[in-house]
């Protein structure tokens, strides 16, 4: 079998285009024998249908993947969208990890996709990460370690790949490996015990897939290599000491936390020299199966190493085949509603009481980025449903008394390179703040990220926490509000 069934190159759905100017670059990685695709965004319907050909037009078996941290709806219109895995985590319930993973996995499978690229197993230890934050399942590793094995179990039950991500751990990396190569430099010891360990746990549970760190350990590789191209930490720690027999699968190759080390066709061969079984985001198909195809007639890659990446990844394409799917319900729906109403919850101060009408302040963080955005109009369309006329302004108005929300945005993105508010947002969040008690009006602050940015703002005397900005935390912020 060609080396060409190690890539996963990505599949992007654009507005304008939807998949089909990527027709030609389709039959060329079939042509050529990808061993799958990672599927970026769509309307369910459209993901269904381009997912179906795929399957129906290989030769070989397809690993079909998505990042579904937060559900399915994370990527694919038409599906649910999940709370950050921070908010699911902050329950310390096994009964919600389960069946947040089973909602994800089912309706992956519905659409014919048969990896899930969560969860992330990174704990939330470094407050300035510009990449973790609310994505991770917290900063105690005892306690997240049991929820994500509950996770994948409930995934992997329904028929999916899951996939622990991102090791050894990114979360002691302030930087994002999206934007440069961070290094951490904790001991071996520290990281074993904290930043490996709900790895470890995973492991034991049976995962299907680890996805690696474009970060560097130098205590554990002096290399000062990224953890994707370093044989002391995939090879020798993950295959050996913790005896990790599934996939193990590099971050994406065109993140620039990966090409500092060499050119793409380098660190691919490097990669699956390391341990990675599977290549995901290839930006030269052609150019990358070239590369580790000489790579391994000059003996750059050894025969064993793969033979071995290529039945590892054949068992798992054949273990997660396509099968007629559980369709998610109503109960489910209704199950993801309520979820997100129990992880809103005031951080400081108390709730206005509320009556016909409120001002609105939206300040968004996310805005202006190459990266894509959940919509910010579900906030005040839900305001509106629940008979709360929510009028848009800048600065609290003179001529009025009613309360000001200010709803402020800033969630994980990759490539985005901070977390967190700007000094410029907190100001003008203060001043909106101060402008607001001084005409004697109550206000209240919506933060739609991680609750700890509360910290960085304690003039406001009233905060509620609402995790992220998809659909469901705007409308369960909204219910909330109107609630008290």
């Not at 030769?59 to 399915?72: K, N, T």
């Not at 066709?265 to 070239?290: K, Q």
Request: charged share 20%; net charge negative; with cysteine.
């Amino acid at each position: 079998m060609s080396l060409a069934s190690l890539l996963l190159p990505a599949l992007r759905w654009e507005p304008s285009h939807g998949f089909d100017y990527l027709r030609d670059s389709i039959d060329d990685a079939l042509e050529l024998g990808v061993g799958g695709f990672l599927i970026r965004g769509g309307p369910r319907s459209e993901v269904a249908s381009l997912v179906a050909e795929l399957h129906s037009r290989s030769s070989i078996p397809l690993l079909l993947a998505a990042d579904v941290e937060r559900g399915a709806g994370q990527q694919f219109d038409g599906c649910i969208c999940l709370p950050p895995l921070g908010a699911l985590a902050s329950f310390n319930d096994v009964d919600t990890m389960r069946r947040a993973a089973r909602i994800t996995a089912r309706e992956l499978k519905q659409m014919g996709l048969n990896w899930a690229l969560a969860p992330v197993c990174d704990l939330d230890v470094e407050p300035g990460s510009a990449i973790v934050g609310t994505r991770s399942p917290g900063a105690d590793a005892s306690a997240a370690a049991p929820l994500v094995a509950e996770w994948i179990d409930a995934c992997q039950a329904e028929g999916v790949l899951a996939c622990a991500k991102h090791f050894p751990g990114h979360g002691q990396a302030a930087e994002d490996s999206h934007r440069t190569l961070p290094s951490v430099g904790a001991g071996a010891a520290q990281l074993w015990n904290d930043d490996i360990f709900p790895f470890r746990a995973a492991v034991d549970a049976g995962v299907a897939s680890i996805m690696t760190a474009h970060v560097a350990y130098p205590t554990l590789d002096s290399s000062g290599l990224p953890a994707t191209l370093s044989e002391p930490i995939l090879t020798t720690l993950l295959r050996h000491e913790m005896q990790f027999d599934g996939l193990i699968a590099s971050d994406s190759l065109e993140m620039d936390g990966l090409l500092a080390a060499g050119t793409e066709f380098d660190v691919a061969v490097r990669a699956i020299s390391a341990g990675c079984d599977v290549l995901l985001a290839p930006m030269d198909i052609d150019g990358v199966a070239r590369a580790l195809e000489r790579a391994e007639q000059v003996g750059a890659l050894s025969a064993e190493r793969v033979r071995d990446a290529i039945s590892r990844r054949d068992r798992w394409a054949v273990w997660a085949r396509p099968v007629e799917a559980r369709e998610s319900t109503l109960d489910d729906i209704m199950w993801v509603r309520r979820t997100a109403d129990r992880s809103v919850h005031l951080v400081r101060g108390s709730l206005p009481r509320i009556g016909g009408a409120v001002e609105l302040v939206e300040l968004d963080e996310d805005a202006g980025g190459a990266w894509s955005v959940p919509s910010r109009e579900h906030f005040g369309a839900a305001l509106h449903t629940l008979e709360v006329d929510a009028t848009p302004v800048e600065h609290p108005s003179s001529n009025t008394r009613v309360p000001v929300l200010i709803a402020a945005y800033s969630d994980v993105i990759a490539w985005k390179g901070n977390s967190g508010f700007s000094s410029v947002t907190i100001t003008h969040i203060e001043r909106i703040i101060a402008a607001a008690r001084e005409q004697r009006r109550d206000v209240l602050l919506v933060l739609f990220s991680h609750p700890r940015c509360a910290a960085s703002m304690p003039f406001a005397p009233n905060v509620l926490c609402a995790w992220g900005g998809e659909r469901p935390m705007q409308e369960a912020a909204a219910r909330a509000i109107t609630r008290g």
